[in-house]
C-alpha cells in the first residue's frame, strides 16, 4: 500500500475510533444520569409530606369529636338525673350543651374535608408510587442495556486502537507528523481524496500538475484550497 493510502486509513481508524469514543462518554453520562428518578422519588416525598399532616389532623379531630360526644352525654345526664334543680343552672346546662351541638357539627364539617383531602393525596401518593416503581424499573433496564453496549464498545475500541497502531507503523515518520499535524486543525479530516479534479471536501478543483502529482502517491501533496493532504484511491 503506498504511504498516502496507508495515511487515508489511518484516518479512517482514527474517525472511527473518534466516533465510538465519543459514543462511550455519551452512554457513561447516560448511566450516570438518574434525573427522572429522583424527580419521581422527589415527587413521593413532597406527596407523603403533604398527607402526613392531614392524617394527623384526621385523627387529631376524631379524638376531639369523642371528647365533644362525652362531655354532651354528660351534661345531659345531668340535666335529666333531676338532682339540678336550679332553673338558672338548668339554663345554663342547656346552653352548654347546645354549644356542645355546634361544636360537634363545626367539627364533623371539617372532618369530612380532612378525609376528602386525605383521599385525594393518597390517590396521588398511589399514582406517584407507580411512575416511581416504571422510573426505576426503566432505570434498570437502561442500565443494563447501556452497560452491555458500554462493553461492546470498548472491546471494539480496544481493537481500534491495535489496528491503529499497526496502520500508524508502516508509515514513514515524516508523513506521520504531518499528519498529526494536520488533524487536530482540520477537525479530524487532514486528509480529502481527490475526486476526478476535484478535493472531496472542499470541492475545489486542483490544477493538472497537482492531479498528477498526487496520482503518483509519492509524496504529500496538498489541496490547494483547504490544505488538506491529498490522496487518490
Ligand atoms: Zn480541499
Known sequence: MSQTRALYRLQKLDLDLE???????????????????QAAQAEVAALEGQLRPQ???AADLTLEIKSVVEQTRQLNNRLYSGAVSNPKELEDIQHKIAERGRRHAAL????????????????ALDAAQERLRQAEAA??????????????????IKQLKADRERAASQISPEFFEVYQTLRPRKSGHAIALLEGESCSVC??????????Q???????????????I????
Not at 203 to 212: L, N, S, Y
Not at 230 to 233: D, E, F, G, S, T
Request: glycine share 4%; aromatic share 0%.
Open 19 to 37: 466516533s465510538r469514543r465519543s459514543r462511550a462518554r455519551e452512554m457513561a453520562a447516560a448511566r450516570e444520569d438518574d434525573r427522572a428518578l
Open 55 to 57: 392524617e394527623a389532623r
Open 108 to 123: 364533623e364539617d371539617s372532618l369530612l374535608e380532612t378525609m376528602i383531602a386525605v383521599e385525594e393525596l393518597q390517590a
Open 139 to 156: 432505570r434498570a433496564s437502561a442500565q443494563e442495556t447501556l452497560g452491555a453496549e458500554l462493553q461492546q464498545l470498548k472491546s471494539e
Open 203 to 212: 470541492g475545489v478543483g486542483q490544477t493538472t500538475v497537482t492531479v498528477q
Open 214 to 228: 498526487v496520482r503518483q502517491n509519492l509524496e504529500l501533496i496538498t489541496c490547494e484550497s483547504c490544505g488538506r
Open 230 to 233: 491529498l490522496v487518490a484511491l
